[in-house]
Protein backbone atom coordinates (compact mmCIF):
# COMPACT_ATOMS: atom_id res chain seq x y z
CA UNK A 1 0.00 0.00 0.00
CA UNK A 2 1.25 3.72 -0.69
CA UNK A 3 -0.35 5.42 1.65
CA UNK A 4 1.50 8.73 2.99
CA UNK A 5 -0.66 11.38 4.75
CA UNK A 6 -3.88 13.08 5.00
CA UNK A 7 -6.88 11.53 2.64
CA UNK A 8 -4.63 9.66 0.68
CA UNK A 9 -4.48 6.99 3.80
CA UNK A 10 -6.43 3.39 3.01
CA UNK A 11 -6.49 0.91 5.49
CA UNK A 12 -7.37 -2.89 4.27
CA UNK A 13 -6.40 -4.73 6.79
CA UNK A 14 -6.28 -2.56 10.24
CA UNK A 15 -6.77 -4.07 13.43
CA UNK A 16 -7.18 -0.73 15.07
CA UNK A 17 -5.18 2.93 15.21
CA UNK A 18 -2.10 3.38 16.94
CA UNK A 19 -0.30 6.38 17.59
CA UNK A 20 3.54 6.83 17.94
CA UNK A 21 4.92 10.34 19.06
CA UNK A 22 8.92 10.55 18.10
CA UNK A 23 8.47 8.02 15.38
CA UNK A 24 10.38 9.65 12.27
CA UNK A 25 13.30 7.80 13.86
CA UNK A 26 14.73 5.21 16.22
CA UNK A 27 13.10 3.25 18.84
CA UNK A 28 9.59 5.42 17.61
CA UNK A 29 10.26 4.36 14.53
CA UNK A 30 10.82 0.65 15.14
CA UNK A 31 8.02 0.71 16.99
CA UNK A 32 5.99 2.07 14.40
CA UNK A 33 6.91 -0.61 12.48
CA UNK A 34 6.09 -3.29 14.99
CA UNK A 35 2.58 -2.08 15.42
CA UNK A 36 1.58 -2.46 11.81
CA UNK A 37 3.15 -5.10 11.32
CA UNK A 38 0.68 -6.53 13.88
CA UNK A 39 -2.30 -4.89 11.91
CA UNK A 40 -2.55 -1.67 13.44
CA UNK A 41 -2.52 1.25 11.27
CA UNK A 42 -0.38 3.78 12.43
CA UNK A 43 -0.25 7.55 13.44
CA UNK A 44 4.19 8.10 12.87
CA UNK A 45 4.07 11.77 14.91
CA UNK A 46 6.95 13.85 14.75
CA UNK A 47 8.15 17.17 15.04
CA UNK A 48 7.18 18.28 11.27
CA UNK A 49 5.66 15.78 8.68
CA UNK A 50 8.80 15.93 7.29
CA UNK A 51 10.54 14.38 9.87
CA UNK A 52 8.15 11.05 9.75
CA UNK A 53 8.43 10.63 6.14
CA UNK A 54 10.82 7.79 6.04
CA UNK A 55 8.95 5.65 8.73
CA UNK A 56 5.63 6.46 6.50
CA UNK A 57 7.37 4.90 3.59
CA UNK A 58 9.04 1.69 5.24
CA UNK A 59 5.48 1.21 7.17
CA UNK A 60 3.41 1.54 3.74
CA UNK A 61 5.99 -0.06 1.82
CA UNK A 62 5.73 -3.23 4.41
CA UNK A 63 1.99 -3.30 2.95
CA UNK A 64 0.79 -1.05 6.14
CA UNK A 65 -1.04 1.86 6.42
CA UNK A 66 0.07 5.06 7.97
CA UNK A 67 -0.03 8.62 7.84
CA UNK A 68 2.45 11.35 8.83
CA UNK A 69 1.48 14.03 11.49
CA UNK A 70 3.67 17.00 12.53
CA UNK A 71 3.36 18.07 16.04
CA UNK A 72 5.09 19.48 18.83
CA UNK A 73 4.15 17.28 21.54
CA UNK A 74 5.07 19.94 24.10
CA UNK A 75 2.49 22.00 23.03
CA UNK A 76 -0.90 21.17 24.08
CA UNK A 77 -2.67 22.65 21.25
CA UNK A 78 -0.79 20.96 18.72
CA UNK A 79 -1.00 18.12 20.34
CA UNK A 80 -5.33 18.51 20.38
CA UNK A 81 -4.79 19.36 16.25
CA UNK A 82 -2.90 16.26 15.81
CA UNK A 83 -5.61 13.98 17.47
CA UNK A 84 -7.95 15.56 15.54
CA UNK A 85 -6.40 14.71 12.18
CA UNK A 86 -5.35 11.55 13.18
CA UNK A 87 -9.23 10.71 14.08
CA UNK A 88 -10.46 12.28 10.83
CA UNK A 89 -8.32 10.08 8.59
CA UNK A 90 -7.66 7.20 10.53
CA UNK A 91 -10.64 7.24 13.18
CA UNK A 92 -10.30 6.46 17.03
CA UNK A 93 -7.11 6.14 18.72
CA UNK A 94 -6.90 2.31 20.58
CA UNK A 95 -3.07 2.64 21.33
CA UNK A 96 -1.10 5.02 22.09
CA UNK A 97 3.27 4.97 22.29
CA UNK A 98 4.24 7.98 23.57
CA UNK A 99 8.18 7.81 22.24
CA UNK A 100 8.84 11.50 21.95
CA UNK A 101 12.00 12.60 23.50
CA UNK A 102 14.93 15.15 24.10
CA UNK A 103 17.80 15.12 26.31
CA UNK A 104 20.32 18.38 27.44
CA UNK A 105 22.31 16.89 29.88
CA UNK A 106 24.03 19.25 32.24
CA UNK A 107 25.51 18.71 35.44
CA UNK A 108 23.37 20.93 37.90
CA UNK A 109 25.20 23.61 38.52
CA UNK A 110 25.57 24.44 34.94
CA UNK A 111 21.60 23.37 33.63
CA UNK A 112 20.35 26.66 32.22
CA UNK A 113 16.63 27.12 32.48
CA UNK A 114 15.62 26.13 29.09
CA UNK A 115 17.45 22.52 29.31
CA UNK A 116 15.12 21.79 31.98
CA UNK A 117 12.49 23.06 30.48
CA UNK A 118 12.50 21.38 27.03
CA UNK A 119 13.27 18.26 28.73
CA UNK A 120 10.64 18.27 30.96
CA UNK A 121 8.19 19.54 28.71
CA UNK A 122 8.71 17.61 25.55
CA UNK A 123 9.49 14.06 27.63
CA UNK A 124 6.78 14.57 30.77
CA UNK A 125 4.55 16.87 29.56
CA UNK A 126 3.96 15.63 25.51
CA UNK A 127 3.00 12.49 27.83
CA UNK A 128 0.67 14.04 29.47
CA UNK A 129 -0.39 15.97 26.39
CA UNK A 130 -1.50 12.78 24.70
CA UNK A 131 -2.74 10.79 27.20
CA UNK A 132 -5.35 13.41 28.23
CA UNK A 133 -6.08 14.12 24.54
CA UNK A 134 -6.97 10.03 23.74
CA UNK A 135 -8.02 8.95 26.96
CA UNK A 136 -12.02 10.53 26.43
CA UNK A 137 -12.10 8.41 23.50
CA UNK A 138 -10.77 5.01 24.39
CA UNK A 139 -13.19 5.57 27.78
CA UNK A 140 -16.04 6.00 24.76
CA UNK A 141 -14.21 2.69 22.51
CA UNK A 142 -14.54 0.73 26.36
CA UNK A 143 -10.87 0.28 26.53
CA UNK A 144 -7.21 1.09 25.16
CA UNK A 145 -3.77 0.28 25.50
CA UNK A 146 -0.95 3.28 26.37
CA UNK A 147 2.48 2.88 26.52
CA UNK A 148 4.80 5.77 28.07
CA UNK A 149 8.35 5.83 27.81
CA UNK A 150 10.29 6.32 30.64
CA UNK A 151 14.06 5.27 31.03
CA UNK A 152 16.74 3.91 33.51
CA UNK A 153 17.89 6.92 34.27
CA UNK A 154 14.74 7.62 36.51
CA UNK A 155 16.76 5.84 38.98
CA UNK A 156 19.05 8.89 38.76
CA UNK A 157 21.85 9.81 36.78
CA UNK A 158 25.11 12.75 37.45
CA UNK A 159 24.33 14.97 34.60
CA UNK A 160 20.70 14.60 34.03
CA UNK A 161 18.64 15.57 36.46
CA UNK A 162 16.32 16.76 34.11
CA UNK A 163 15.97 13.75 32.11
CA UNK A 164 15.90 11.79 34.89
CA UNK A 165 13.58 13.80 37.06
CA UNK A 166 11.28 13.98 33.99
CA UNK A 167 11.16 10.30 33.40
CA UNK A 168 10.56 9.38 36.97
CA UNK A 169 7.58 11.64 36.43
CA UNK A 170 6.33 9.55 33.82
CA UNK A 171 6.51 6.10 35.62
CA UNK A 172 4.75 8.22 38.17
CA UNK A 173 2.16 9.50 36.10
CA UNK A 174 1.95 5.97 34.76
CA UNK A 175 0.80 4.85 37.95
CA UNK A 176 -1.64 7.08 38.30
CA UNK A 177 -3.44 6.72 34.98
CA UNK A 178 -3.41 3.31 35.11
CA UNK A 179 -5.62 3.62 38.20
CA UNK A 180 -8.09 6.35 36.92
CA UNK A 181 -8.59 4.98 33.79
CA UNK A 182 -8.63 0.99 35.03
CA UNK A 183 -11.90 0.74 35.25
CA UNK A 184 -12.66 1.71 31.46
CA UNK A 185 -10.53 -1.57 30.33
CA UNK A 186 -7.54 1.16 29.50
CA UNK A 187 -4.17 -0.29 30.41
CA UNK A 188 -1.23 2.46 31.13
CA UNK A 189 2.20 0.92 31.25
CA UNK A 190 5.50 2.03 30.57
CA UNK A 191 8.73 0.77 29.09
CA UNK A 192 12.19 2.47 30.52
CA UNK A 193 14.85 1.35 27.96
CA UNK A 194 18.36 1.10 28.67
CA UNK A 195 21.10 2.21 26.52
CA UNK A 196 19.69 1.51 22.59
CA UNK A 197 22.03 2.35 19.85
CA UNK A 198 19.78 5.17 18.02
CA UNK A 199 20.19 8.82 16.38
CA UNK A 200 20.01 10.44 19.77
CA UNK A 201 23.12 8.32 21.36
CA UNK A 202 24.73 8.80 18.47
CA UNK A 203 24.21 12.79 18.65
CA UNK A 204 25.05 11.73 22.27
CA UNK A 205 28.54 10.26 21.57
CA UNK A 206 29.44 13.26 18.95
CA UNK A 207 28.63 16.03 21.70
CA UNK A 208 31.43 13.98 23.92
CA UNK A 209 33.97 13.84 21.50
CA UNK A 210 33.72 9.66 22.44
CA UNK A 211 34.24 7.53 18.81
CA UNK A 212 30.82 5.66 18.31
CA UNK A 213 32.16 2.01 18.75
CA UNK A 214 33.81 2.85 21.61
CA UNK A 215 31.10 4.84 22.71
CA UNK A 216 28.68 1.35 22.75
CA UNK A 217 31.70 -0.71 23.42
CA UNK A 218 31.34 0.67 26.74
CA UNK A 219 28.28 1.12 27.02
CA UNK A 220 27.67 -3.02 26.46
CA UNK A 221 30.04 -3.52 29.69
CA UNK A 222 27.12 -2.18 31.58
CA UNK A 223 24.48 -4.65 30.41
CA UNK A 224 24.24 -8.41 32.28
CA UNK A 225 24.11 -9.58 28.31
CA UNK A 226 27.28 -7.49 27.30
CA UNK A 227 25.65 -5.63 24.56
CA UNK A 228 23.46 -2.86 23.91
CA UNK A 229 19.70 -3.07 22.46
CA UNK A 230 18.42 -2.54 19.30
CA UNK A 231 15.46 -0.56 18.66
CA UNK A 232 13.53 -3.26 17.61
CA UNK A 233 13.56 -4.99 20.73
CA UNK A 234 12.28 -2.32 22.38
CA UNK A 235 9.36 -2.25 19.88
CA UNK A 236 8.74 -5.78 20.95
CA UNK A 237 8.16 -5.23 24.50
CA UNK A 238 5.91 -1.96 23.46
CA UNK A 239 3.87 -4.22 21.08
CA UNK A 240 3.74 -6.90 23.88
CA UNK A 241 2.55 -4.11 26.20
CA UNK A 242 -0.28 -2.98 23.31
CA UNK A 243 -1.72 -6.50 22.59
CA UNK A 244 -4.07 -8.01 23.79
CA UNK A 245 -1.96 -10.66 25.70
CA UNK A 246 -1.45 -8.00 27.93
CA UNK A 247 -4.87 -7.11 29.52
CA UNK A 248 -4.21 -7.86 32.67
CA UNK A 249 -1.02 -5.77 33.11
CA UNK A 250 -0.99 -2.26 34.33
CA UNK A 251 0.62 0.78 35.94
CA UNK A 252 3.91 -1.16 35.51
CA UNK A 253 7.49 0.51 34.15
CA UNK A 254 9.07 -2.23 32.31
CA UNK A 255 13.10 -2.07 32.69
CA UNK A 256 14.17 -3.32 29.14
CA UNK A 257 17.78 -3.01 29.76
CA UNK A 258 19.46 -5.94 29.05
CA UNK A 259 20.31 -6.89 32.83
CA UNK A 260 22.89 -5.19 35.65
CA UNK A 261 26.31 -7.13 35.24
CA UNK B 1 27.54 23.36 60.35
CA UNK B 2 26.73 26.56 59.21
CA UNK B 3 23.61 28.42 60.68
CA UNK B 4 21.83 29.52 57.90
CA UNK B 5 18.96 27.93 56.15
CA UNK B 6 16.43 28.66 54.04
CA UNK B 7 13.13 26.81 53.78
CA UNK B 8 11.05 26.84 50.48
CA UNK B 9 7.81 25.95 50.45
CA UNK B 10 6.69 26.68 54.29
CA UNK B 11 3.36 27.65 53.43
CA UNK B 12 2.89 23.73 53.54
CA UNK B 13 2.24 21.71 56.77
CA UNK B 14 5.57 19.80 56.23
CA UNK B 15 7.77 23.13 55.15
CA UNK B 16 6.90 24.97 58.66
CA UNK B 17 7.28 22.26 60.52
CA UNK B 18 10.99 21.64 59.51
CA UNK B 19 11.02 25.48 59.61
CA UNK B 20 10.39 25.50 63.41
CA UNK B 21 12.61 22.89 63.81
CA UNK B 22 15.74 24.26 62.49
CA UNK B 23 15.06 27.59 64.31
CA UNK B 24 14.73 25.46 67.11
CA UNK B 25 17.88 23.90 66.93
CA UNK B 26 19.38 27.90 66.77
CA UNK B 27 19.70 27.91 62.79
CA UNK B 28 18.75 31.15 61.14
CA UNK B 29 15.99 30.51 59.20
CA UNK B 30 14.99 32.45 55.71
CA UNK B 31 11.69 31.46 54.31
CA UNK B 32 11.28 32.12 51.01
CA UNK B 33 8.21 31.78 49.20
CA UNK B 34 5.40 33.72 47.14
CA UNK B 35 3.60 36.88 48.81
CA UNK B 36 0.61 34.95 49.92
CA UNK B 37 -0.79 37.71 51.92
CA UNK B 38 -2.83 34.94 54.32
CA UNK B 39 -0.62 32.92 56.70
CA UNK B 40 2.15 32.76 59.29
CA UNK B 41 4.51 35.56 60.27
CA UNK B 42 7.87 34.08 61.28
CA UNK B 43 6.76 35.62 64.79
CA UNK B 44 4.27 32.76 64.91
CA UNK B 45 6.88 30.27 64.12
CA UNK B 46 9.06 31.36 66.39
CA UNK B 47 6.22 31.45 68.91
CA UNK B 48 7.00 29.21 72.21
CA UNK B 49 11.14 28.43 70.79
CA UNK B 50 13.80 28.78 73.63
CA UNK B 51 15.80 31.93 73.83
CA UNK B 52 18.38 29.89 71.86
CA UNK B 53 16.27 29.62 68.99
CA UNK B 54 17.74 31.78 65.41
CA UNK B 55 16.45 34.23 63.49
CA UNK B 56 13.24 33.98 60.93
CA UNK B 57 12.71 36.31 58.31
CA UNK B 58 10.70 36.11 54.74
CA UNK B 59 12.14 36.57 51.72
CA UNK B 60 9.45 36.79 49.13
CA UNK B 61 10.23 35.32 45.50
CA UNK B 62 9.05 33.25 43.53
CA UNK B 63 10.49 30.00 43.83
CA UNK B 64 10.41 28.43 40.68
CA UNK B 65 11.93 31.98 38.49
CA UNK B 66 15.33 31.94 38.60
CA UNK B 67 15.82 35.57 38.45
CA UNK B 68 13.63 35.95 41.38
CA UNK B 69 14.97 33.35 43.71
CA UNK B 70 18.64 34.51 42.94
CA UNK B 71 17.78 37.66 44.38
CA UNK B 72 15.98 36.46 47.58
CA UNK B 73 18.77 34.22 47.84
CA UNK B 74 21.54 37.32 47.79
CA UNK B 75 18.92 39.32 50.36
CA UNK B 76 19.26 36.32 52.47
CA UNK B 77 23.01 36.45 51.85
CA UNK B 78 23.46 40.06 53.15
CA UNK B 79 20.75 39.46 56.41
CA UNK B 80 21.88 36.12 57.42
CA UNK B 81 25.28 34.90 55.62
CA UNK B 82 25.91 31.98 53.12
CA UNK B 83 23.19 29.55 53.16
CA UNK B 84 24.20 26.08 54.04
CA UNK B 85 20.81 24.31 54.54
CA UNK B 86 17.97 24.15 52.13
CA UNK B 87 14.46 22.42 52.70
CA UNK B 88 12.13 22.86 49.92
CA UNK B 89 8.75 21.56 50.18
CA UNK B 90 6.81 20.76 47.37
CA UNK B 91 3.12 20.22 46.91
CA UNK B 92 2.24 16.70 45.41
CA UNK B 93 -1.25 17.53 43.42
CA UNK B 94 -3.38 16.35 40.89
CA UNK B 95 -1.78 17.35 37.34
CA UNK B 96 -5.51 16.53 36.18
CA UNK B 97 -3.65 15.12 33.45
CA UNK B 98 -5.75 12.45 33.49
CA UNK B 99 -9.35 11.42 32.30
CA UNK B 100 -11.05 13.95 34.07
CA UNK B 101 -9.04 16.32 34.36
CA UNK B 102 -7.83 19.39 31.72
CA UNK B 103 -5.41 21.30 33.45
CA UNK B 104 -2.45 19.62 32.11
CA UNK B 105 0.74 19.22 33.29
CA UNK B 106 0.76 21.71 35.46
CA UNK B 107 1.48 20.62 39.31
CA UNK B 108 4.28 18.38 38.17
CA UNK B 109 5.89 20.74 36.72
CA UNK B 110 6.16 23.30 38.46
CA UNK B 111 7.23 21.49 41.62
CA UNK B 112 9.91 20.02 39.79
CA UNK B 113 10.72 23.74 38.68
CA UNK B 114 11.00 24.53 42.26
CA UNK B 115 13.42 21.41 43.16
CA UNK B 116 15.70 22.70 40.04
CA UNK B 117 16.12 26.30 41.05
CA UNK B 118 16.27 26.22 44.50
CA UNK B 119 18.41 23.49 44.55
CA UNK B 120 21.10 24.87 41.88
CA UNK B 121 20.60 28.34 43.19
CA UNK B 122 21.74 27.18 46.74
CA UNK B 123 23.94 24.98 45.80
CA UNK B 124 26.15 27.65 44.31
CA UNK B 125 26.34 29.25 47.61
CA UNK B 126 26.97 25.78 49.30
CA UNK B 127 29.77 24.67 46.49
CA UNK B 128 31.83 27.28 47.40
CA UNK B 129 31.69 26.67 51.77
CA UNK B 130 32.26 22.97 50.45
CA UNK B 131 29.56 21.60 52.44
CA UNK B 132 25.70 21.65 52.84
CA UNK B 133 22.75 20.11 53.02
CA UNK B 134 19.62 20.05 50.99
CA UNK B 135 16.43 18.46 51.42
CA UNK B 136 13.67 17.97 49.59
CA UNK B 137 9.99 17.04 51.25
CA UNK B 138 7.04 16.37 49.21
CA UNK B 139 3.58 17.65 50.99
CA UNK B 140 0.38 15.66 50.00
CA UNK B 141 -1.79 18.46 49.09
CA UNK B 142 -4.76 15.54 48.47
CA UNK B 143 -6.39 13.88 50.64
CA UNK B 144 -8.32 10.72 51.72
CA UNK B 145 -7.90 8.01 48.49
CA UNK B 146 -6.86 10.47 45.96
CA UNK B 147 -3.67 11.29 47.64
CA UNK B 148 -1.45 8.45 46.56
CA UNK B 149 -2.64 8.33 43.27
CA UNK B 150 -2.48 12.34 42.20
CA UNK B 151 1.35 11.93 44.59
CA UNK B 152 2.85 9.67 41.76
CA UNK B 153 4.22 11.99 39.15
CA UNK B 154 5.35 14.67 41.62
CA UNK B 155 7.16 11.78 44.38
CA UNK B 156 9.15 10.05 41.39
CA UNK B 157 10.50 13.36 40.04
CA UNK B 158 11.51 14.23 43.33
CA UNK B 159 13.06 10.86 44.12
CA UNK B 160 15.15 11.12 40.75
CA UNK B 161 16.34 14.63 41.00
CA UNK B 162 17.24 14.23 44.52
CA UNK B 163 19.11 10.76 43.18
CA UNK B 164 20.61 12.56 40.60
CA UNK B 165 21.88 15.73 42.13
CA UNK B 166 22.99 13.88 45.06
CA UNK B 167 25.84 12.06 42.98
CA UNK B 168 27.04 15.87 41.27
CA UNK B 169 27.00 17.34 44.54
CA UNK B 170 28.91 14.91 46.48
CA UNK B 171 32.50 15.60 45.90
CA UNK B 172 31.61 19.36 47.28
CA UNK B 173 30.49 18.03 50.75
CA UNK B 174 26.74 18.73 49.65
CA UNK B 175 24.30 16.03 50.55
CA UNK B 176 20.90 15.59 48.78
CA UNK B 177 18.07 13.36 49.88
CA UNK B 178 14.37 13.87 50.04
CA UNK B 179 11.31 12.94 52.51
CA UNK B 180 8.19 11.65 51.71
CA UNK B 181 5.24 9.97 53.17
CA UNK B 182 5.17 5.91 53.66
CA UNK B 183 1.53 6.15 52.67
CA UNK B 184 2.72 7.95 49.54
CA UNK B 185 5.09 4.89 48.27
CA UNK B 186 4.49 3.79 44.74
CA UNK B 187 5.11 0.14 46.99
CA UNK B 188 1.86 0.95 49.14
CA UNK B 189 -1.28 -0.17 48.10
CA UNK B 190 -3.69 2.79 47.84
CA UNK B 191 -6.64 0.05 49.41
CA UNK B 192 -4.46 0.90 52.63
CA UNK B 193 -2.63 4.10 52.13
CA UNK B 194 -3.85 7.59 52.54
CA UNK B 195 -7.22 6.70 53.31
CA UNK B 196 -6.40 4.87 56.51
CA UNK B 197 -4.80 5.89 59.40
CA UNK B 198 -1.27 5.04 58.86
CA UNK B 199 2.03 4.32 61.15
CA UNK B 200 2.28 6.23 64.21
CA UNK B 201 0.06 8.92 65.59
CA UNK B 202 2.95 11.35 64.84
CA UNK B 203 1.46 13.64 62.05
CA UNK B 204 3.48 13.60 59.07
CA UNK B 205 4.98 17.18 59.14
CA UNK B 206 6.24 16.30 62.31
CA UNK B 207 7.43 12.97 61.41
CA UNK B 208 8.89 15.03 58.58
CA UNK B 209 10.77 17.37 60.55
CA UNK B 210 12.39 14.79 62.79
CA UNK B 211 14.33 13.13 60.07
CA UNK B 212 15.14 16.50 58.48
CA UNK B 213 16.44 17.53 61.35
CA UNK B 214 18.58 14.55 61.42
CA UNK B 215 19.43 14.96 57.35
CA UNK B 216 20.71 18.68 58.34
CA UNK B 217 23.17 17.29 60.53
CA UNK B 218 26.84 16.58 60.63
CA UNK B 219 25.79 13.11 61.64
CA UNK B 220 24.30 12.30 58.70
CA UNK B 221 27.07 13.29 56.38
CA UNK B 222 27.22 9.72 54.89
CA UNK B 223 23.57 9.90 53.84
CA UNK B 224 22.90 11.06 50.30
CA UNK B 225 20.48 10.16 47.66
CA UNK B 226 18.19 8.92 49.97
CA UNK B 227 14.48 8.73 49.66
CA UNK B 228 13.17 8.41 53.45
CA UNK B 229 9.51 7.77 53.99
CA UNK B 230 8.14 8.42 57.32
CA UNK B 231 4.87 6.54 58.59
CA UNK B 232 3.48 9.47 60.28
CA UNK B 233 -0.28 10.43 59.98
CA UNK B 234 -1.66 12.71 56.50
CA UNK B 235 -2.69 15.19 58.10
CA UNK B 236 -6.13 16.71 56.61
CA UNK B 237 -6.06 20.37 57.13
CA UNK B 238 -5.26 22.85 54.44
CA UNK B 239 -1.95 24.14 55.80
CA UNK B 240 -1.33 27.71 56.59
CA UNK B 241 1.09 30.04 54.41
CA UNK B 242 4.28 31.94 55.22
CA UNK B 243 3.11 35.86 55.42
CA UNK B 244 5.98 38.23 54.05
CA UNK B 245 6.39 40.95 56.61
CA UNK B 246 5.62 44.42 55.93
CA UNK B 247 9.29 45.36 55.56
CA UNK B 248 9.79 42.75 52.84
CA UNK B 249 12.33 40.60 53.91
CA UNK B 250 14.92 43.07 55.78
CA UNK B 251 13.18 42.64 59.15
CA UNK B 252 14.61 39.88 61.42
CA UNK B 253 12.34 38.21 64.08
CA UNK B 254 14.20 36.41 67.08
CA UNK B 255 12.60 35.28 70.16
Known amino acids: ?261 | MTRVAVVVGAHHAPGAACARRLLERGLDVALIGEDRGDGMHPGELLDGLPQTAGRCAVFPADPADSASFATALGRVRSTFGRTGVLVTCVGAGPDAASASGDAGPGATRAALRTLFVAGRTAAGDMVGGRWGRIVNVVAPVVTGEDAWREAQAVLAGVTAFTRSVALELAPFGITVNCVAPAALSPHERPSVGPAAPHGSGVPYPQAAADLTEHLVSDAAAAVTGQQGYVTGRLFAAAPRAPHATSDRGTGVGKR
Request: with cysteine; glycine share 14%.
Open chain 1, 1 to 261: MTATTGAEVRSSRSAGVAVVTGAGRGIGAATARRLSAAGLSVAVVDRTELDTAETVAAVTAAGGTAVGVGCDVALADEVDAAVRRVNEVLGPVDVLVNCAGVTRDRLLLTMGDDDWDTVMDVNFGGTVHWCRAVAGQMKQGGGGRIVNFSSVAADGNAGQANYAAAKAAVSGFTRTLAAELGPYGVTVNAVAPGFVATPMVDELAERLGADREAFLAEAATRSALGRVGAAEEIGEVVAFLAGSASGYVTGQTLVVDGGRP
